[in-house]
Every structure is written in C-alpha cells, then in structure tokens.
C-alpha cells in the first residue's frame, strides 16, 4: 500500500489541526493504520493506531484526550484530529500501514511520506 500524508501546517499552542493519509495500492481495509512523528533531534515515536474497522484505537499517553485517530474507508483514507496542539507536538507526521494494530505499534508496516506540524507559542 502507498501513502502519502498532508495536512500540516504551521500553527499556534492550543490551535487545532487535521492530518489526512491517503492510501492506495492494496485494498486500504486490510491494514491497521498509525501515525508516528519525528521531532529534530529525535527517534520516531508512535502517536496513534486504528484497526481495520475503525472500532479500536490506541494512544500515545502523551497525545490522549487531545487526538483523535479516525479512518474512512470508503475513501482510503486515515485522519488524525489535533486539538490543544503543544510545542512538543511539533514533528514531522507519518503515516504507516501494517497486517494489525500491533505490527503498527512496533513500526514494523509500510511508511509514507511525512507532513511537518510547527507549532509556535
């Protein structure tokens, strides 16, 4: 499956922001879908996952009660809703594809392109 995430921006603390992967390739609703970020400086670190059928989702503790991971898959397409946006927030976003939400959580699925979130005070 191929992705390519967009979405990003440059925003204040406390705005909101909506990530949006689009997949293509092999059928979208036989993969459990993630998000991951990279801020400079530091390792890939996971964000949030989604089963195939979007009935279950999985948080990074430091982003719960703040995003929302959701997908269409009418569309092949994965959302991640950003509210409360912090400085620490700030990375590049990427999207990642993988058999179930596990195999997403060990970044181990196929990856896109990221899209870079800059969050200013």
């Known amino acids: 499956v191929q992705l390519q995430a967009s979405g990003g921006g440059f925003v204040r603390t406390g705005d909101s922001l909506r990530l949006s992967c689009a997949a293509s390739g092999r059928l979208f609703d036989n993969n459990a879908m993630g998000w991951f970020r990279q801020a400079p400086g530091k390792e890939r670190e996971f964000v949030a996952a989604?089963?195939?059928?979007?009935?279950?989702?999985i948080y990074a503790d430091s982003v719960k009660g703040r995003f929302t991971i959701s997908r269409d898959n009418n569309e092949n397409t994965v959302y991640l809703q950003m509210t409360s946006l912090k400085s620490e927030d700030a990375a590049i976003y990427y999207c990642?594809?993988?058999?179930?939400?596990?195999?997403?959580?060990?970044?181990?699925?196929?990856w896109g392109q990221g899209t870079q979130v800059t969050v200013s005070s």
């Open positions: 989604i089963n195939r059928s979007g009935g279950s989702t």
């Open positions: 990642t594809a993988a058999p179930n939400p596990f195999d997403v959580l060990k970044g181990t699925g196929s």
